[in-house]
């Protein structure tokens, strides 16, 4: 009787004959494929420089390109993580309106499927030594002799993408001798008890790695070993597609009320769609297996899981395009600040527009309300110090309030209107102009005066002072809704502003002229002073314009002296 001869192992695969060697073998194959995926991720982000981050912010203004945008980079970049990180990051900051992220981060999660394909292909129908060795070689020789940043990033990503395969062929050979001795679901208790066990096991694991991809390439090995069907494969991949959401609330924390409502959208959009797939699961697993029969594919448990996980992810973004429009709209009035409630417009019925005075005087009402908070900010500018926390707060809610009542104009702008009204609505958003111009301008002093420490007395403390109260006077004046108001007041205490600023400024020049004062810092003061000036004045010709609007015959005569002061600054 012949003797069989034992198969020859490589170096590189690992025999599971121990559940000690089990377990150090699925470690170390992880470590290496979370070690690989790490250096792609960044290498690839430091070779692109920009064009990733101009990708998101310039290449999402429609539905369609920011789902490509986000399809593409993370097919790139391998990590959507990455990609709904810096989605949140953009809307955090202003630079990507929500609608757009929305498709970003939708697209994100199509890409994330590139890394299941990876591993059904090219690891499971190569050889892998042949295969990714040459790239550690190749990218370790650009990491060290490579002369420019791009260059050693490139081959990091390189040393990367073969050390990724080093670790998908650990956890291949760990699980080849394994699916024999026994099946994962064995120990899942049967009926739909058991696919929420294997939908938590995937959530968790995600959760504790941080990484998707990771998580799949077990599954798709482990799968592909025997040690756990394909239809229990399956139940576990939509666990970490849900269980991908943790990335995203935990960066949408102190964030933005926007950044929070795309971090709800993402975990909204993974939990539609992992209910989709679990309740679709076996009609979606017969689809895939005659699709596969007509394509004449292999029948591979990781081409399988790879085709399922695109499929039930295309399916979400499909689901998405009915629901996105309410979602926003649900998502619109979650996570709502203080600022936002406080800027939500009291007066501007949609009702008023059909009767276009009573429209215009709503709009006048909300334009003192803004002004209320324009002033407000002045205010805790011209504090000493300055109340950071307050003037961020006001100029906040004008910033939040400045969109619905430019919108309610427009709006009133498209009713057929008596000359009149016309040019009551030109002067209406001039007076809109002026309260955003100030809101902008008294965070610049609230930027600055941070990193300026305060003058003693015999330099120009005293000046200082001066201004400051004279400002917080003519922010006092310049409340529309203050009884007792009165716009040539303001027109008084305008004047005294520019005298102290005057004043101020020469003080200024004097103490860097005689050494007092170091020229930069005397520079920053200058700038700072000459802001809040410009501040002070946005804030009095937007009350003088609320005035004349309400007397409505002077309107025209109140802007053309606003157009020549202009003109003469």
Known sequence: ?????????????????????????????????????????EGLKLAAGRALGDLLERGTATAPRGLAAGYLITALVQSSTAVTVASIGFVNTGLLPLKNALWVVFGSNVGTTMNAWLVATLGFSV????????FVGIGALLMFAGRTLRSRSLGQALAGFGILFLGIEVLKDSFSDTGGLFELQDFIAPGLAGWFALIGIGVVLTFIMRATGAVIAIVITAAQGGLISIEAACAVVIGTNIGGSSTAILAAIGATSN?????????????????????????????????????????????????????????????????????????????????????????????????????????RLELARAQGFAVAALSAAAQQPADGPALMRETAALQALAPAIGNYAHRLSAAPLPQALVEQLAHSLRTLR???????????????????PEPSSQDFGSEIEAFREAVAQLAAASDSRREGFSPGAVSVLLDEVDRRYQSLKEALFLAG???????????????LASIARRAAKQAAKAARMIAALEEGTSATEAARSEEAEENAD
Not at 7 to 31: D, H, K, N, Y
Not at 127 to 134: D, G, H, N, S
Not at 326 to 335: A, Q, S, T, V
Not at 516 to 525: N, T, Y
């Open 127 to 134: 050889k892998i030594e042949v295969f990714a060795l040459p």
């Open 513 to 527: 002229a005689h050494a007092r004062l170091d020229i930069r810092a005397m520079q920053d003061w200058l700038r």
């Open 259 to 363: 950044a929070r409502r795309l971090a709800a959208a993402h975990v909204i959009f993974n939990l539609v769609t992992g209910a989709a797939a679990l309740l679709l699961l076996p009609l979606l697993i017969g689809l895939l297996d005659w699709l596969r029969g007509v394509l004449e594919q292999p029948a591979t448990p990781a081409l399988m899981i790879a085709l399922f996980h695109t499929t039930f992810n295309v399916l979400g973004v499909l689901l998405m395009v009915p629901l996105a429009p309410g979602m926003l709209r649900l998502l619109g009035r979650m996570f709502r600040t203080r600022e936002e409630e406080v800027a939500r417009p009291q007066h501007l019925d949609a009702n008023s527009l059909a009767i276009p005075d009573l429209a215009m005087h709503a709009l």
């Open 1 to 41: 009787m012949p003797v069989r001869k034992p198969r020859r192992r490589t170096a590189l695969e690992t025999a599971a004959s121990t559940p000690f060697a089990l377990f150090a073998a699925v470690i170390g194959g992880l470590g290496l494929f979370l070690i690989g995926v790490q250096m792609m991720t």
């Open 434 to 452: 002026y309260q955003e111009t100030a809101a902008v301008l008294i965070q610049e002093v609230a930027g600055l005066v941070r990193n300026l």
